[in-house]
């Protein structure tokens, strides 16, 4: 049975959050405050709940959810190939409001979608959600609402679009702030040299370049590398350009 706590009170927080906690170990949803919007959360290692996620917002496996986690130190556990570039980006902005899309582990037992080998992680910066976070491990979220219809900014929105789909709804108040516009994740792929924005966001490329100056912004073409001098005898060949590896580009979700 669908049940809603307001987490503005002590009480009813530790029990939506044990009651959440519980519903996640039984493969079931749970609707949560994040730093952006609400979200739908699921068991990121359960295929059965990725699966009841996707159906719950009526998605396709060809729009995978983005992974959150509880703290920084998870991201080498769930990814692979992690550049000196990506941990600065991670290490300036987690908790916060940019997505990375990383190669995940192969190890992992795990299937969020048609991801093509990649997971696009985040750390949330909300209270409520890092403390579920920290009960469950890594989760599977994406904005709590049917697609193509608003993103919810409180649970009882969630609720009028997700109804009995969802065990547990966690209210938290407006997310963001009330009277704020909501802005999603600014999601860099972190699978290229160099790393590339594939959506704007909460993080101006600007803030990123302060830190990774050789960030792309989105769209902007990769530059040409350097001819190499000429050596004596030998005639030039033309220099090739990289060529990016296609990644899961989760850019209609609202929550990670």
């Known amino acids: 049975m669908t049940t809603s706590y307001n987490c503005t009170s002590e009480e ?64 080498d556990g769930l990814a692979t190939d992690v550049s000196e570039d990506a941990r600065k980006l991670a290490d300036t902005f987690w908790p916060g409001g940019l997505t990375l899309i990383f190669h995940a582990q192969p190890s992992l037992d795990w299937d969020l979608g048609e991801t093509r080998g990649t997971v696009a992680l985040r750390m949330p910066d909300d209270d409520i959600a890092l403390e579920l976070l920290n009960r469950t491990g890594p989760l599977a979220v994406s904005s709590a609402n049917r697609t193509g219809q608003p993103a919810a900014q409180t649970a009882a929105e969630a609720r009028t679009q997700l109804a009995e789909s969802v065990e547990v709804y966690l209210e938290g108040g407006f997310r963001p702030l009330e009277g704020s516009e909501s802005v999603a994740s600014t999601i860099v792929d972190a699978t290229t040299v160099p790393l590339r ?43 090739e350009a990289p060529i990016p590896g296609e990644t899961a580009v989760h850019t209609e979700t609202r929550a990670e």
């Open 12 to 75: 009813q927080r530790a029990e939506g959050l044990e009651h959440a906690q519980r519903a996640i170990s039984e493969k079931k949803c749970v609707v949560m405050p994040t730093d952006t919007v609400y979200g739908i959360a699921a068991d990121a290692f359960s295929p059965q709940a990725v699966t009841m996620l996707l159906v719950s917002k009526g998605r396709g496996r060809h729009m995978p959810p983005p992974v959150l986690i509880p703290r920084p130190n998870a991201l």
């Open 197 to 239: 924005v594939v959506r704007d966001g909460a993080i101006s490329l600007e803030r990123l370049r302060e830190v990774v100056p050789g960030v792309l912004a989105l769209g902007e073409a990769a530059p040409e590398p350097a001819s190499e001098a000429p050596v004596a005898g030998e005639a030039l060949a033309p220099g």
